[in-house]
């Protein structure tokens, strides 16, 4: 399985970016995409995650309500729409699958999953 992360990018405080995570080598009709991120000096943290069946998705705190995940099932491909970025938002954005879905309660959990990509920076400026 490989994992292609795109769409990070050079943006103004307030502004949006949207960002994409391919999925190859394997179709997923199950278990949970995931988005992380890592910013300066900083431990990598979870962002946003959601299954690839149902409607379930999970946010972190600092980023409800400004960013939006989804999916194309079709494309295998996850997308994490973020608007009225903050510098603080500057980070590495990494995009990881899991091919179980294990609860809720997991989906924010690092070592659930199996499967992560190269990264993509967004870096926000004020």
């Known amino acids: 399985v490989q994992l292609q992360a795109s769409g990070g990018g050079l943006v103004q405080a307030g502004g949006s970016l949207r960002l994409s995570c391919a999925a190859s080598?394997?179709?997923?009709?199950?278990?949970?995409m995931g988005w992380f991120r890592q910013g300066p000096e900083k431990e990598r943290e979870f962002v946003a995650a959601i299954r690839w069946s149902g409607s379930t998705t999970y946010y972190a705190d600092a980023v409800k309500g400004r960013f939006t995940i989804s999916r194309d099932n079709a494309k295998n491909t996850v997308y994490l729409q973020m608007n009225s970025l903050k510098p603080e938002d500057t980070a590495l954005y990494y995009c990881?699958?899991?091919?179980?879905?294990?609860?809720?309660?997991?989906?924010?959990?690092?070592?659930?999953?199996?499967?992560w990509g190269q990264g993509t920076q967004v870096t926000v400026f004020s």
């Open positions: 080598g394997r179709t997923f009709s199950s278990g949970v």
């Open positions: 990881a699958a899991d091919h179980n879905y294990r609860g809720i309660n997991y989906m924010t959990k690092e070592y659930t999953y199996d499967y």
